[in-house]
C-alpha cells in the first residue's frame, strides 16, 4: 500500500533512542570489541584489539555490548574493559574480574567451580575469543561528558545468580528459541557444563 508522502498521520510514532535502560536490569548481550590497533606480545595482546590512550597512557578494550533479546533487543551500550592503567593495578584486576564473570556466564561456569573443566572454561587464546561473546549482564547507568545519563555494562550474571536461572528458565517472546530447541524455553544451567564454543560468535551456551 502506498502512503501519501505528504500525510505522516499513519507513520509509527517515534521510538526514542536515547532512553536511559534501568539500572540493575539484566539483559543478554554480544560483546564486540572495537580494534584499538595496540599490541603487546609481551602481555600477550594481539590481534590489535586493545587501544592505547594518548591522554592517560591507559590501556583497554573498547567494547561494545548489543541486547539480544527481552525489552531492550537490539539496543546499544559502550563500556571500557582495563587492561593497564598507570596509576596503578586497580582497573586492570576490574578488567580482569569482569572477563572471568563474562566467561562464567557465557560457558555456564558456577563461579565456585574450581575443577580443571572450569578452569580451562576461564582460559583464552586471545582476545579473538571475546568478540562476539554472548553472555548475560547487568546494566548500571553513569554520567557521560555532558552529565547526562548513559548506559553502560559493567557487571556480568553468573550461574550462581538467581537472575540467572529466572532468565534461562523463562520463556522471552522476543528472542526466537535456541537453534535446535524446538521451540522449548531453556533450563537452568548446570555449575560446570563447559564444552569449548565451535566460534566466537556462536550461540550464547545459557541459551542452550
Known amino acids: 500500500m502506498n502512503q501519501a508522502w505528504n500525510d505522516f498521520n499513519d507513520a509509527d510514532p517515534q521510538q526514542s533512542a536515547f532512553d536511559v535502560i534501568p539500572r540493575g536490569t539484566v ?3 554480544r560483546m564486540s570489541l572495537q580494534p584499538g590497533g595496540y599490541d603487546d606480545p609481551n602481555q600477550g595482546w594481539d ?9 592517560t597512557g591507559a590501556v583497554y578494550l573498547a567494547a561494545e555490548f548489543i541486547v539480544t533479546g527481552g525489552e531492550y533487543a537490539k539496543r546499544k551500550l559502550w563500556s571500557n574493559i582495563g587492561l593497564y592503567s598507570p596509576k596503578g593495578p586497580t582497573w586492570a584486576q576490574m578488567g580482569r574480574s569482569f572477563i572471568r564473570a563474562a ?5 555456564r ?4 567451580d574450581n575443577s580443571p573443566q572450569a578452569a580451562a572454561a576461564r ?3 586471545g ?4 568478540n562476539g561473546l554472548e553472555f548475560l549482564a547487568r546494566v548500571d547507568v553513569e554520567k557521560d561528558a555532558k552529565g547526562g545519563d548513559r548506559n553502560v555494562i559493567k557487571n556480568a550474571v553468573e550461574p550462581d545468580h538467581p537472575e540467572y536461572a529466572a532468565w534461562v528458565s523463562a520463556p522471552h517472546t522476543k528472542t526466537p528459541p ?4 524446538g521451540g522449548a524455553p531453556a533450563t537452568a544451567a548446570p555449575t560446570s557444563a ?6 566466537a560468535a556462536g550461540k550464547p551456551a545459557w541459551a542452550q
Not at 194 to 199: C, G
Open 47 to 55: 590481534g590489535g584489539y586493545a587501544t592505547y590512550s594518548n591522554d
Open 109 to 112: 561456569v558456577n563461579p565456585n
Open 127 to 130: 582476545f579473538r575469543e571475546l
Open 103 to 107: 566467561l562464567n556466564s557465557a560457558r
Open 194 to 199: 563447559y564444552a569449548p564454543p565451535t566460534s
Open 178 to 181: 535456541p537453534e535446535g530447541s
Open 27 to 29: 539483559v543478554p548481550v
Open 123 to 125: 582460559r583464552i587464546h
